[in-house]
């Protein structure tokens, strides 16, 4: 007969455990599964994590269709409940950005836009230097409450007519000059649109560095066409202006929504991250923002302003500011076609004066709120402290548009009265539909349910955790990392995608090397924007580029030196005011409290 192994047998306990068997074996068992259990819950979000990346990196499929990746995977993965994944979706910041699309709906039905940004230019001068930068200071305060890719697109046309009157402008000139000399006086210069008329092209044109051959200009001397739009460009120097202007109208919209919040989405998705992940600190607001950020815009304007007229024309002090000089005929056929797009507007309507006015109470409800050096106008209401947000206002403003009529809507009766029968609005619904970025929100409201997803996994601390040894260098050292890391990240992957994905991510490695939040998180918000690199980085860049101007090399010389430009502005800001405003220096009480748990 067989033995038997050895067992203990308890009355009435069918399971038989080897001799040797100890209780403690089984305790041990446990918590061994439970650790497995967790890491399965970390590995299967950050599995989730990797693939929402490669998507929104690859563009495999469009941005917000992988943002509804986490409605799907986390409750098949258990890792948070559909109900609760879905509630993510949709947060404060939708509610903001409703507001928002409803002032920028009616700003561009009634072109207000255009018109301050002629007036704007029309302040600042013809001077090609000085109308550059009217151009980008005119381009970067639209872009502070107008989305960017908005504001390029419609600031873009005006550039263009410009650019080509003063390319023809330096012909008529010649042309001038020429019949002046020969008894003929040409008495004015004709604005059309840099096209050559038959007239002009049998006239004698001397082209300084270009050899005539018998009073004619030869084909070597022919003007350059460019094979995206068919522009003519006399010199190359032409050609170079026409770069530069496309360039300074695509990066002074990215610039000045730097500015605001509402300025572009990734402020307003750092924005709602960081008070949801710090519901305690209570320190980042329009005001608040717009004190650190406008600051470092306007440096980074002007700095881009000097880098791009050096790059493309030279920089001449000399000619910039010397006071009292003669006009060119160039810069008065300039200021000329600047004048007469301004004038084509008519004098400024009712529908134009209502929306800026409800534009300016926007802005100062924002402001006045909770400015945090005196008390403001939330304090009217201290039995509900908080309830009152950015949204609140810009909710209330936006509704406005929609009941406040812009005409009234009339008929005529059989006897021949005309009577109102009913009015129509700033804009209708239909009209906002159009303009709101759908695709954004849904963007947006994915990112939040990753983030909702990777503290409920203990993914977030378990980076954290894994990323503490970066304690050991200094903080600007780790500040300029990442900062270069989410600039390099943000010019192959989209703005928004970049920012979503990081914030999850830097929020746990502050909070594990004992620094401020605000400290990593505010300069990798500003440095996603900084996509000047490629024409594919970034919405306005890609705009200019079909005007056919530039070429790739073209962009990637000059987003370069804008880029170290903003990087270094962003450190400045960092070590200087910003510091100051928020107290980086020291872990604040409203961070999760320092722990020292051995992660599993």
Same mark, same amino acid.
């Given at each position: 007969?067989?033995?038997?192994?050895?067992?203990?047998?308890?009355?009435?306990?069918?399971?038989?455990?080897?001799?040797?068997?100890?209780?403690?074996?089984?305790?041990?068992?446990?918590?061994?599964?439970?650790?497995?259990?967790?890491?399965?819950?970390?590995?299967?979000?950050?599995?989730?994590?990797?693939?929402?990346?490669?998507?929104?990196?690859?563009?495999?499929?469009?941005?917000?269709?992988?943002?509804?990746?986490?409605?799907?995977?986390?409750?098949?993965?258990?890792?948070?409940?559909?109900?609760?994944?879905?509630?993510a979706y949709f947060k404060d910041f939708h509610l903001l950005l409703i507001g928002v699309i409803c002032l920028a709906t009616s700003v561009e039905k009634w072109n207000l836009h255009r018109r301050i940004a002629l007036r704007m230019v029309m302040t600042v001068g013809v001077n090609p230097t000085w109308?550059?930068?009217?151009?980008?200071?005119?381009?970067?305060?639209?872009?502070?409450?107008?989305?960017?890719?908005?504001?390029?697109?419609?600031?873009?046309?005006?550039?263009?007519?410009?650019?080509?009157?003063?390319?023809?402008?330096?012909?008529?000139?010649?042309?001038?000059?020429?019949?002046?000399?020969?008894?003929?006086?040409?008495?004015?210069?004709?604005?059309?649109?840099?096209?050559?008329?038959?007239?002009?092209?049998?006239?004698?044109?001397?082209?300084?560095?270009?050899?005539?051959?018998?009073?004619?200009?030869?084909?070597k001397t022919e003007l350059e066409k460019n094979s995206g739009t068919g522009t003519k460009y006399r010199t190359e120097r032409d050609h170079m202006m026409c770069k530069l202007m496309c360039l300074c109208i695509a990066y002074s919209s990215t610039i000045g929504g730097l500015t605001t919040i509402t300025?572009?989405?990734?402020?307003?998705?750092?924005?709602?991250?960081?008070?949801?992940?710090?519901?305690?600190?209570?320190?980042?607001?329009?005001?608040?923002?717009?004190?650190?950020?406008?600051?470092a815009a306007i440096i980074i304007l002007l700095l881009s302003w000097i880098w791009l007229q050096w790059l493309f024309l030279g920089f001449n002090f000399k000619e910039m500011f010397t006071c009292g000089k003669t006009k060119t005929a160039k810069q008065k056929a300039c200021a000329e076609v600047i004048?007469?797009?301004?004038?084509?507007?008519?004098?400024?309507?009712?529908?134009?004066?209502?929306?800026?006015?409800?534009?300016?109470?926007?802005?100062?409800?924002?402001?006045?709120?909770?400015?945090?050096?005196?008390?403001?106008?939330?304090?009217?209401?201290?039995?509900?402290?908080?309830?009152?947000?950015?949204?609140?206002?810009?909710? !209330? @403003?936006?509704?406005?548009?929609?009941?406040?009529? /812009?005409?009234? =809507?009339?008929?005529?009766? $059989?006897?021949?009265? *005309? &009577?109102?029968?009913?009015?129509?609005?700033?804009?209708?619904?239909?009209?906002?539909?159009?303009?709101?970025?759908?695709?954004?929100?849904?963007?947006?409201?994915?990112?939040?349910?990753?983030?909702?997803?990777?503290?409920?996994?203990?993914?977030?601390?378990?980076?954290?955790?894994?990323?503490?040894?970066?304690?050991?260098?200094?903080?600007?050292?780790?500040?300029?990392?990442?900062?270069?890391?989410?600039?390099?990240?943000?010019?192959?992957?989209?703005?928004?995608?970049?920012?979503?994905?990081?914030?999850?991510?830097?929020?746990?490695?502050?909070?594990?090397?004992?620094?401020?939040?605000?400290?990593? !998180? @505010?300069?990798?918000?500003?440095?996603?924007?900084? /996509?000047?690199? =490629?024409?594919?980085?970034? $919405?306005?860049?890609? *705009? &200019?580029?079909?005007?056919?101007?530039?070429?790739?090399?073209?962009?990637?010389?000059?987003?370069?030196?804008?880029?170290?430009?903003?990087?270094?502005?962003?450190?400045?800001?960092?070590?200087?005011?910003?510091?100051?405003?928020?107290?980086?220096?020291?872990?604040?009480?409203?961070?999760?409290?320092?722990?020292?748990?051995?992660?599993?």
């Amino acid at each position: 007969m067989l033995a038997t192994p050895a067992t203990s047998r308890s009355p009435g306990f069918t399971s038989e455990y080897p001799m040797g068997y100890h209780e403690d074996d089984n305790t041990v068992s446990c918590a061994q599964t439970a650790g497995t259990r967790l890491l399965h819950k970390e590995a299967e979000c950050a599995y989730t994590l990797f693939v929402i990346a490669t998507f929104w990196l690859t563009e495999a499929l469009p941005l917000s269709v992988t943002a509804l990746l986490p409605g799907l995977m986390f409750p098949l993965f258990g890792i948070m409940t559909s109900k609760k994944v879905a509630s993510a979706y949709f947060k404060d910041f939708h509610l903001l950005l409703i507001g928002v699309i409803c002032l920028a709906t009616s700003v561009e039905k009634w072109n207000l836009h255009r018109r301050i940004a002629l007036r704007m230019v029309m302040t600042v001068g013809v001077n090609p230097t000085w109308l550059t930068l009217g151009f980008m200071s005119s381009t970067a305060f639209l872009s502070m409450w107008l989305s960017n890719t908005s504001t390029a697109a419609m600031v873009m046309p005006i550039v263009e007519a410009v650019a080509q009157q003063i390319v023809s402008a330096e012909a008529e000139v010649e042309a001038t000059q020429m019949t002046h000399f020969s008894g003929s006086v040409n008495h004015g210069l004709e604005i059309d649109e840099g096209v050559e008329t038959n007239e002009r092209k049998e006239k004698t044109i001397p082209v300084p560095g270009y050899s005539n051959d018998a009073g004619k200009i030869s084909s070597k001397t022919e003007l350059e066409k460019n094979s995206g739009t068919g522009t003519k460009y006399r010199t190359e120097r032409d050609h170079m202006m026409c770069k530069l202007m496309c360039l300074c109208i695509a990066y002074s919209s990215t610039i000045g929504g730097l500015t605001t919040i509402t300025g572009t989405s990734t402020n307003l998705i750092f924005a709602e991250h960081f008070n949801m992940r710090y519901p305690d600190c209570h320190c980042i607001n329009f005001g608040s923002w717009f004190i650190l950020s406008f600051p470092a815009a306007i440096i980074i304007l002007l700095l881009s302003w000097i880098w791009l007229q050096w790059l493309f024309l030279g920089f001449n002090f000399k000619e910039m500011f010397t006071c009292g000089k003669t006009k060119t005929a160039k810069q008065k056929a300039c200021a000329e076609v600047i004048k007469q797009e301004y004038q084509k507007l008519g004098p400024m309507r009712y529908q134009e004066i209502v929306t800026l006015v409800l534009f300016t109470v926007m802005a100062l409800l924002w402001f006045s709120r909770d400015p945090g050096f005196v008390s403001g106008w939330s304090a009217l209401f201290p039995e509900y402290p908080g309830f009152a947000t950015d949204s609140t206002v810009a909710l !209330l @403003i936006g509704i406005l548009f929609f009941l406040i009529p /812009a005409k009234r =809507l009339t008929k005529t009766t $059989p006897t021949g009265e *005309i &009577v109102a029968f009913d009015y129509s609005p700033l804009i209708t619904w239909k009209e906002f539909q159009s303009f709101m970025p759908w695709d954004i929100a849904i963007l947006v409201g994915g990112g939040f349910a990753l983030a909702d997803g990777c503290e409920e996994s203990g993914l977030s601390k378990w980076i954290g955790s894994k990323l503490s040894p970066l304690g050991s260098l200094p903080v600007w050292l780790i500040i300029l990392i990442s900062s270069l890391l989410v600039t390099s990240l943000t010019e192959v992957a989209s703005n928004p995608a970049t920012i979503t994905l990081l914030l999850p991510i830097l929020s746990p490695l502050a909070e594990a090397i004992q620094v401020n939040p605000l400290y990593i !998180l @505010i300069p990798s918000t500003l440095c996603t924007s900084f /996509a000047f690199l =490629l024409p594919v980085a970034n $919405p306005p860049n890609a *705009i &200019v580029f079909s005007y056919g101007h530039l070429k790739v090399i073209d962009m990637v010389k000059a987003g370069l030196g804008v880029n170290i430009v903003g990087v270094a502005v962003v450190m400045l800001g960092m070590s200087t005011w910003i510091r100051a405003i928020f107290d980086l220096s020291t872990y604040p009480s409203w961070a999760p409290p320092i722990s020292n748990e051995t992660m599993p």
